[in-house]
């Protein structure tokens, strides 16, 4: 039994298009074999922000097809049907005739026995898989008329030990991999996978994704078992980072501890969303001025620990400017400011969306048996952290700066609490408002949506 090896080499891949990408190929591998009657053992698939690696063994070296009578389409389709038959099954116009049974006339083709040659058959697959798969989002560059998630380097593809000779686009298929990205002379040959696994190794490249997510996981834990930290981390940035990264090494950082004293909120976003950084929690789950970089890169110099540790001061120092800034504007008056702020097309500005629901909870509030006046302050001041600059540089945080914006100007704890819970349930499975005056801006926000 033999083993088909595929490399694709390119410019850095983003995390989403990377896992897509090696999912899919591989599945449509899959497909292009079965459907050819080849079978396989088990097939794998691997990436790196600038490699995505295949292998398939248990194949065999020849197979013996029977022979055997296939169907086409009905005789009277378009020629186009007939054409896509003939290219499925390699045949030619000649070789088809036709037969008629009780739902009517269909072309027929006898396929008699012949041995095939897989060597030759991936020269077809191959070529054919990648110009199928479509990309969510790719570009073009240079003069070449080939669409790829990044610009395309080389293509490695090999079956049995032997080379698999096709071109792809521009790009002419090779039994050789880039030793240096910036030094395209320097190529070495690999016979197989393993062989090729081996020279990643030697270059300190960690191929097998999930490995990469263990060392890094495994890194984490000891850091945060030795600071006595709690191990948790978000796992949505966990997956992209490790797909951001094919030598994955872990830095400490720390930030100057005066900007916790701003909401914990930003300084999450800003490390997670802006920075792919890991925020640190002590036992008792408050955040610390710890974080985490998972970097390409060793730091035995610590460069890259300054760096880091330079930039989210920056970014700290400016969101604590604005948390300084927006706590300080009255969220009252900072309703009129939504008329310029578009709601929806037809249906008004953002003000005009707070007049509604605030008539809405009027005759809400009546039927809950809530304080009529809490449930108008809410509805009213629901949307007024829109126009704050924090939530303009993070949209996630609508709601959540505008409870930390009430307590700070010394609204009541349950209008708090509503400004920030009338958004939820935010999407399936998610948490509901529980406090009475919540519930009800919460109801009002969702009635104004279905009228």
């Known amino acids: 039994m033999a083993e088909l090896f595929l490399e694709l080499l390119s410019e850095e891949i983003p995390a989403q298009l990377q896992i897509d990408a090696r999912n899919k190929i591989k599945q449509m591998i899959e497909v292009e074999l079965t459907k050819r009657e080849i079978k396989f053992n088990s097939s794998k698939s691997f990436s790196t922000p600038k490699r995505l690696t295949f292998a398939v063994d248990g194949i065999p070296e020849k197979i013996e097809l029977k022979k055997k009578v296939l169907k086409g389409p009905k005789v009277g389709v378009s020629q186009d049907a007939l054409n896509g038959f003939l290219r499925s099954n390699g045949l030619k116009a000649s070789e088809v005739y036709k037969k008629t049974l009780d739902k009517g006339e269909f072309y027929f083709a006898d396929i008699k026995p012949k041995t095939i040659n897989i060597l030759n058959e991936f020269e077809n ?48 298929s090779s039994d050789s991999i880039f030793l240096d990205e910036f030094d395209l002379t320097k190529r070495k040959k690999v016979k ?131 948390w300084e800034k927006n706590k300080k504007q009255n969220l009252v008056k900072q309703i009129s400011k939504l008329k310029n702020l578009t709601f929806f097309n037809q249906l008004g500005t953002f003000y005009d969306r707070t007049q509604r629901l605030k008539k809405l909870a009027s005759l809400i509030s009546d039927q809950l048996n809530l304080s009529k006046e809490k449930v108008e302050i809410a509805s009213s001041v629901c949307k007024a952290d829109l126009v704050s600059d924090l939530v303009k540089e993070f949209p996630e945080l609508q709601g959540v700066m505008g409870k930390y914006f009430a307590y700070e100007q010394g609204f009541e704890e349950d209008i708090a609490l509503a400004i920030s819970e009338h958004y939820f349930p935010i999407g399936v499975g998610g948490n509901v408002p529980k406090k009475p005056i919540s519930l009800a801006v919460a109801l009002v926000d969702k009635l104004d949506f279905l009228v």
């Not at 081996?198 to 191929?207: A, D, G, P, Q």
Request: aromatic fraction near 14%; charge should be positive.
């Open 125 to 172: 697959i191959l070529p054919e898989v990648l110009k199928n798969y479509s990309w969510k989002k790719s570009m073009r560059w240079s003069t070449y008329d080939l669409s790829w998630g990044r610009p395309l380097k080389s293509i490695v593809a090999i079956f049995n030990y032997k080379l698999i000779s096709f071109s792809f686009f521009h790009i002419k």
């Open 192 to 322: 197989d996978f393993k062989s090729y696994k081996k020279i990643l190794e030697k270059l300190n490249i960690v191929l097998d994704h999930n490995k990469r997510e263990e060392i890094i996981l495994k890194k984490f834990n000891n850091i945060c078992n030795s600071k006595n930290l709690k191990n948790d981390f978000n796992k949505r940035l966990l997956e992209e980072v490790v797909n951001l990264v094919e030598k994955p090494y872990v830095i400490v950082g720390k930030f100057d501890e005066m900007y916790l004293k701003i909401p914990e909120e930003i300084i999450i976003i800003t490390m997670q969303r802006h920075q792919k950084y890991f925020p640190l929690f002590n036992k008792n789950g408050n955040l610390t001025n710890i974080f985490l970089v998972v970097s390409n890169l060793q730091d035995n110099k610590k460069y890259i620990k300054i760096g880091n540790q330079r930039v989210i001061e920056a970014r700290l120092s400016d969101a604590r400017f604005f």
